[in-house]
């Protein structure tokens, strides 16, 4: 069983994949693979660096993420050239790791799903929603709510989910929702 995750910024995906990784599923973390793509030495480095400039780079020489991230939320066409460089090396580096791992069950997490083609790898397909995420996002990331509103804005709207699940609640409630959910897939 391969699921497909996603939701918006903040709902609890990454609270989702760890419990279910607790339940022996290998997770495979798009976001985590984004960031990779992206170190130095790496082909999508190489590629942000010489379509972006060497303004992105921090004094360290690794990407300013930050800064990359400001400039592309605010500028459609930059966000769009910045993913026409990352879908297809995050789409390529999930596919190995789904043929590595051929007998366990796998969640793939990632913002960009859909847009990646990685969804065609996919048994089943779970959206979190949440109404908290906007507060939980200012606390974890130290952003104001201008920012956190400008990134959860730039993200496309999911309504294409085989099953949704609902993270508005404790945490408690959210892993009774997510075994009910696992109960009727697996
Ligand atoms: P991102 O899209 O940024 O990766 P995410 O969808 O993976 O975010 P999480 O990191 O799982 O979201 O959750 C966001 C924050 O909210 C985390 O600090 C997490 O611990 C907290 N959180 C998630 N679900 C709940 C809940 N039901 N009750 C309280 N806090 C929660």
Not at 128 to 145: G, N, P, Q, Y
Not at 176 to 186: A, F, G, H, P, V
């Amino acid at each position: 069983m391969i699921i497909g995750l996603y939701g918006r910024i903040g709902s609890g995906k990454t609270t989702l994949c760890n419990y279910l990784r607790t339940k022996g599923f290998f997770v495979i973390d798009g976001d985590k693979i984004s960031r990779e793509i992206l170190m130095p030495g790496k082909v999508g480095f190489k590629e942000v660096v010489a379509s972006f400039g060497a303004e992105y780079l921090n004094s360290d020489g690794t990407l300013n993420r930050k800064k990359l991230g400001d400039y592309v939320f605010s500028h459609k066409e930059a966000l769009h050239r910045l993913n026409e460089i990352t879908h297809p090396l995050i789409c390529e580096e999930v596919q190995a790791l789904i043929q590595k791992n051929p007998t366990r069950h796998i969640v793939i997490e990632g913002a960009v799903l859909y847009a990646t083609k990685i969804i065609d790898f996919c048994d089943k397909t779970v959206v979190v929603t949440s109404d908290a995420t906007l507060s939980r996002i200012m606390k974890r990331d130290f952003l104001t709510e201008g920012e956190a509103k400008k990134r959860i804005n730039a993200q496309e709207l999911y309504d294409k989910a085989d099953i949704v699940i609902e993270n508005s609640g404790t945490l408690s409630e959210f892993y009774e929702k997510i075994d009910q959910m696992l109960q009727s897939i697996l």
